[in-house]
């Protein structure tokens, strides 16, 4: 088990002080499927877009485990207090985030995950955003020189999809085509 303690100031190029946080988690890596557990709480004060927020709070907790080369996953959870930067008020944030990677052959990898946040103004209990973002990347090595890589995601804030494919030739480390 392995305890932290950080703290720390940001000031900007005119000597205004802008972020300010203290805070302390817990740490410890398990003998069973190399699985990692974490939990962090911390405090804050900032100054965003002329704003003065204070008595910022947060707590967040991780799990990640790989049983195998070819299955690893996790799950993230925060909750607490966040600045919605776009309303410049105060919100009560949720996040969470779920991923799973397999890899069935050596040279083939899948990565899904599921990415969750919701906030609600502090003052009034109005929504500020809710939503989601899932995504899943597959990579394949066809060769030591070619790989190809292809990213679908959906994102629920904003209703849309996209797709990035990804054609990479590499001839050696200082020449490589994509397309």
Known sequence: WQ???????????????????????????????????????LHSNELFGGVQFDDIWSLSAEMETKPSAALAGGVYGAIGDRIARGHLV????????????????????????????????????????????????????????????LVLQYDHFDRLWEADPLLTYRINPFSIFYV
Do not use: C
């Open 3 to 41: 305890p932290s303690v950080h703290a720390g100031r940001v000031w900007n190029t005119s000597g205004t002080k802008k972020d300010e946080w203290i805070g302390g988690g817990l740490w410890t890596r398990l003998s069973v499927a190399q699985t990692t557990l974490a939990a962090d709480v």
């Open 90 to 149: 105060m919100g009560r944030q949720t996040n969470g985030t779920v991923w799973l990677d397999l890899r069935p052959l050596d040279r083939l990898i899948l990565e899904t995950s599921y990415d969750y946040a919701r906030s609600e103004d502090r003052a009034t209990d109005a929504v500020l955003f809710d939503g989601w973002i899932a995504r899943t990347r597959v990579g394949l090595q066809v060769t030591r020189e070619l790989s190809l890589r």
